[in-house]
């Protein structure tokens, strides 16, 4: 069995759409105030609660720019938050019932056949699975509906 962790955004990632720089497309983080509903931040893997402050902006979770780096959006804390610590655990943002799972290679690049939707409560098994593989540096979650980037799993 292959130990995971879990892993939020770098704190780089977010400080820099906290003062309001320039996201993967180019453009300011959007501000708006939080429902407390869906809007996960993806520094503190805790959903924003309702009244807070939110931002959503285009990220790219990838240290290097060629086909395979995708980028889409995601919700931050609107106000500088600590990053999630590490876990095997699931993340409590993880409330969908599936999300896309995809390995990707030491390059960043999808490994091919490794994509898929998976159920919530076989993400961990699903991850152990992929990382067994020594070619998979790491596993991307996914939303199943939207694309959207949720966090990175690693061996642990």
Known sequence: MVSITFHAIPTRFAAA???GEV???GGTPEHFVSDGEG???RHCLRNVPAGKPALVLALR????LQAYAECGPV???GTPCERAVSTGELPAILESPSYITRGYSMDERIVYGTGGVTPTNQIVARAEA???DPGI???DVRSAANNCFQCRI???
């Open 137 to 139: 540096a790491f596993v």
């Open 154 to 156: 690693e061996r642990a």
């Open 61 to 64: 979770p990838f240290e290097t």
């Open 17 to 19: 759409a906290w003062r």
């Open 130 to 132: 992929l990382l067994k």
């Open 39 to 41: 809007v996960p931040c």
């Open 23 to 25: 996201d993967a497309n």
């Open 75 to 77: 919700f931050l804390c």
